[in-house]
């Protein structure tokens, strides 16, 4: 078989997870969360980082541990069994796929906004170009996505710039729903911060990935934390919070009240920069989980197919790009974001729980990073991230909810028609 090739550096990776997290919330929901959070929308990037961080340790010792391109997948496994692990692998492949679906209609809102496009379409067009990208090869998306993040990067250096001037000009203990608004705009912005799970999927293909993997996790969630609180600070000091809630491109308007419509221009084209790295991330790491799933016999054998000159997966590229296509029907940003949260959680669960299983288990047998602070053998951190998680997921919109149930699902009902194929093939 043509084994993926290993590539990527911890700077390169550590990039890559800085560019998927960046892109998402800041360029494409931070005026939805204003809207629910008002002047305190620090505080909803705050709660957002604190859970993901503490997830993020757990994802960062199972790495270490299992690195493999199904990565939760093979987590899951090892601690509660094949038919969980395959409903938590379902859940991340149609997390990537939704998630690339939001990017890319943030993407679209922003190239309508300078262009006046039909939305659904250039989001179309979007995915198709990063299929079509990621099928050329791991190591040229790699360099794409390391220009882009350091634009999207400027972008942001330019909010916090233009906000300076303004701290302290409006009251940041503002609410706009109460203490609620707060949890339900951590709660969407939380989407801001999926990416940093998603550098596991690429451990076949990073030198040394029991170290290098943990470490880009932890690197890329401080350092775009930073990003967030700064950003968040920033947006409702220039414009009230009112505004950045209907407003269709919100950076760019920041930057046009100061500087003018110049600016607005300038802003915009950054955000399309930021919204193609995070969707162009998202369908790489979603067509990898299908590629190890597949190598392990959870999914169709067709999937690990690869080109043998550049090594990808592209049957498993393609596929993912049709279904986020599929996605963009629904029209919703909010919804269809919520929609990936819900699917995260999901996983962010499965992983927290797994960690704990294993220090039962085998408390002896971890090599690579561990997670420090542990009350005998229960490690207070993943028990903390399940906890957090838990309580984000009860805290998703009823109809989320239900169509998140309906995921579930149908991934369940594959499952079983996929074992019944399996037997009658043998």
């Known amino acids: 078989m043509v084994q993926l090739k290993r590539s990527l550096g911890l700077l390169e990776v550590t990039l890559m997870s800085i560019g998927v997290i960046l892109g998402a919330g800041v360029y494409v929901l931070i005026g939805e969360a204003a809207g629910l959070s008002g002047n305190a929308l620090w505080l909803s990037f705050i709660l957002a980082a604190i859970v993901a961080s503490l997830t993020g340790l757990s994802y960062a010792e199972l790495s270490s541990r299992f690195p493999h391109a199904a990565a939760e997948f093979i987590y899951v496994k090892h601690s509660f069994g094949p038919q969980f692990a395959w409903l938590v692998g379902w859940f991340i492949i149609v997390g990537s796929i939704i998630g690339a679906t939001t990017v890319a209609m943030g993407f679209a809102n922003y190239f309508s906004a300078l262009f006046q496009t039909p939305i659904i379409i250039t989001a179309f067009v979007l995915l198709a170009i990063c299929g079509a990208i990621l099928i050329i090869g791991v190591k040229e998306s790699a360099i794409m996505t390391i220009i ?164 990808t997966p592209w049957i498993a590229i393609i596929a993912l790009m049709f279904a986020a296509m599929f996605f963009l029907i629904i029209g919703d940003i909010a919804i269809i974001a919520n929609l990936t949260n819900f699917t995260i959680f999901i996983v962010f669960l499965a992983v927290n729980a797994a960690v704990i299983y294993l220090r039962y288990k085998s408390p002896q047998t971890q090599k690579g990073f561990r997670i420090p602070f542990a009350i005998g053998k229960m490690p207070v951190i993943p028990f903390l991230g399940f906890c957090s998680v838990a309580f984000m997921l009860i805290s998703l919109p009823l109809e989320v909810l239900g169509l998140g149930a309906i995921l579930g699902f149908l991934g369940i009902l594959f499952y079983y028609l996929f074992s019944i194929h399996k037997k009658k093939v043998k």
Do not use: H
């Not at 303004?166 to 706009?176: I, M, Q, T």
């Not at 930057?255 to 369908?283: D, K, P, Y």
């Open 148 to 311: 882009f993040t350091l634009i999207e990067a400027i972008g942001l250096v330019i909010i916090i710039y233009i906000g300076i001037p303004y701290y302290g000009s409006v009251d940041y203990s503002e609410l706009a729903k109460g203490f609620s608004g707060i949890i339900q705009a951590g709660v969407l912005i939380f989407f801001a911060y999926i990416g940093f799970e998603s550098i596991t999927r690429l451990a076949e293909e990073t030198k040394n990935p029991e170290k290098t993997i943990p470490r880009a996790i932890i690197y890329s969630i401080i350092i775009t934390t930073v990003f967030y609180i700064l950003v968040g600070i920033s947006a409702v000091s220039v414009v009230p919070w009112q505004e950045l809630a209907t407003a269709k491109a919100p950076l760019s308007l920041i930057a046009e009240r100061v500087f003018g419509s110049q600016s607005f221009l300038i802003l915009s084209v950054i955000a399309l920069f930021s919204t193609f790295n995070t969707t162009l991330v998202m369908l790489l790491s979603g067509s990898r989980i299908v590629y190890g799933m597949a190598r392990e016999n959870a999914l169709p054998y067709g999937f690990t197919a690869l080109l043998k000159i550049r090594q």
